[in-house]
C-alpha cells in the first residue's frame, strides 16, 4: 500500500509524463513531416540534432538545459524578464522530460508518415484537392496510429527520464521527484528497499497500462480505417 507521499510521487510523475508529451507533440510531429517530405539544406543536421538526445548521456543534455535556462542562459533570461523560471519547478521537469522523450516520438512518426501511400495523395490532388484538404482528410488520419504510439513511447520515456532531470531542476521532493528520483533516493535511504519495491511495481504497471492502452487504441483505429 502506497504512503500519500508516495501517491503524491505518482501525481506528479504522471502531470510531468501529460505535460512534457501534450507540449511535445506538435513540436515532433512538425519534425517528423519535415524530416520525412522535406527537401531542405541542413535536413541531415536537423535529423543530428532531433537524434542528438538519444545517443548524449543524459547528464549532459540536463547540463545543456541547466546552461540554457539558467537566469544567465539565453532562455532563462527571456524567462526572466516575463518573471517565470522553471528552475527547481515541475516545469523544468516536464521540460526535460520532453526533450528526452522527442526523438522516440519523431522516429515513429516519422516512419508513420513516410509509410502512407504518396499514390494517394496525388490522386487526391488530382481531383482538385488543396494541400490542406488532402493533408486533413488522407495524410494525417493515415499516419494517426503512428502518432499515437509516438505519444505512447514519449510518455512512457517521460515517466522514466532521471538523469537530465536530476542534472537540470535536482531532486525536490514535492516539486521535481518523479519515480524514477524516487526510487534512487529510497535506494540511498537503509531500510528504502520496500518503498522502491512499491515504486517500481507502480513504474511498471503504468509503463504496461500505457502501452496495452496504445495497442487498442491503434486495433480500434484500424477498425474504423483509420
Do not use: C, K, N
Not at 541531415?44 to 538526445?53: K, Q, R, S, Y
Not at 542562459?73 to 523544468?92: C, D, E, K, P, Y
Not at 494517394?120 to 496510429?145: C, D, H, M, W
Request: charged share 15%; hydrophobic share 60%; net charge positive.
Amino acid at each position: 500500500m502506497l504512503s500519500s507521499d508516495e501517491w503524491a510521487i505518482v501525481r506528479l510523475s504522471l502531470l510531468v509524463g501529460g505535460v512534457a508529451v501534450a507540449a511535445t507533440l506538435p513540436v515532433a510531429f512538425a519534425l517528423a513531416w519535415a524530416l520525412a517530405r522535406g527537401r531542405f539544406p541542413g535536413r541531415l543536421l536537423l535529423d543530428g540534432l532531433v537524434h542528438l538526445p538519444l545517443v548524449l548521456p543524459p547528464v549532459v543534455t540536463g547540463w545543456l538545459l541547466l546552461l540554457a535556462f539558467a537566469p544567465a542562459g539565453v532562455v532563462g533570461r527571456v524567462l526572466a524578464s516575463l518573471g517565470v523560471t522553471v528552475m527547481f519547478r515541475w516545469t523544468g521537469a516536464a521540460i526535460a522530460a520532453g526533450v528526452m522523450a522527442l526523438p522516440l516520438m519523431v522516429r515513429t512518426m516519422r516512419l508513420s508518415i513516410e509509410a502512407v501511400d504518396r499514390r494517394l495523395e496525388e490522386a487526391a490532388t488530382t481531383l482538385s484537392a488543396g494541400r490542406a484538404r488532402v493533408f486533413r482528410t488522407i495524410t494525417l488520419p493515415l499516419s494517426l496510429p503512428g502518432v499515437v504510439a509516438g505519444a505512447v513511447l514519449g510518455f512512457a520515456r517521460a515517466l522514466g527520464e532521471f538523469g537530465a532531470t536530476i542534472t537540470f531542476v535536482s531532486d525536490v521532493p514535492g516539486e521535481t521527484e518523479t519515480l524514477p528520483l524516487a526510487i534512487y533516493a529510497a535506494l540511498q535511504r537503509p531500510g528504502g528497499e520496500a518503498a522502491v519495491w512499491r515504486l517500481a511495481a507502480i513504474s511498471v504497471a503504468l509503463s504496461l497500462l500505457a502501452l496495452f492502452a496504445a495497442e487498442l487504441l491503434a486495433r480500434r483505429m484500424g477498425r474504423h480505417g483509420l
